[in-house]
């Protein structure tokens, strides 16, 4: 009877445990001016707005502390549209080259 009690509980909390899974990714809560000091492969959640279209997948990404370049492809938009006076939130990883940085775009939304 032990055993079966014993086996019941270990997989009520198999069960509990998988439902709370990782879903993507996700960073800390940032200014551009903070991101723009951040390390290479930094996860960060930027709040602003996309000011310009660069070309191709780079936008400008603007909020009160200052703007970054980010690169948004075109899977990543999924139907969401956002004009320049439209506050988003982005969550993206930094992408440090030798002279440039930008927040490669993982998820977009309100």
Same mark, same amino acid.
């Given at each position: 009877?032990?055993?079966?009690?014993? %086996?019941?509980?270990?997989?009520?909390?198999? @069960?509990? %445990? @998988?439902?709370?899974?990782?879903?993507?990714?996700?960073?800390?809560?940032?200014?551009?001016?903070?991101?723009?000091?951040?390390?290479?492969?930094?996860? $960060? %959640?930027?709040?602003?707005?996309?000011?310009?279209?660069?070309?191709?997948?780079?936008?400008?990404?603007?909020?009160?502390?200052? %703007? #970054?370049?980010?690169? #948004?492809?075109?899977?990543?938009?999924?139907?969401?549209?956002?004009?320049?006076?439209?506050?988003? $939130?982005?969550?993206?990883?930094?992408?440090?080259?030798?002279?440039?940085?930008?927040?490669?775009?993982?998820?977009?939304?309100?």
């Amino acid at each position: 009877m032990k055993k079966i009690v014993l %086996t019941v509980l270990f997989c009520m909390v198999l @069960a509990a %445990t @998988a439902m709370a899974q990782y879903t993507g990714p996700s960073g800390a809560k940032a200014t551009v001016k903070e991101a723009l000091d951040m390390a290479d492969d930094t996860y $960060v %959640t930027l709040t602003g707005k996309i000011t310009k279209h660069i070309g191709g997948n780079k936008y400008s990404f603007t909020d009160e502390t200052g %703007t #970054i370049e980010v690169e #948004i492809k075109n899977r990543m938009w999924n139907g969401f549209t956002a004009g320049p006076d439209d506050t988003v $939130v982005i969550v993206g990883k930094i992408d440090k080259d030798f002279f440039d940085r930008e927040v490669e775009v993982k998820s977009i939304g309100r």
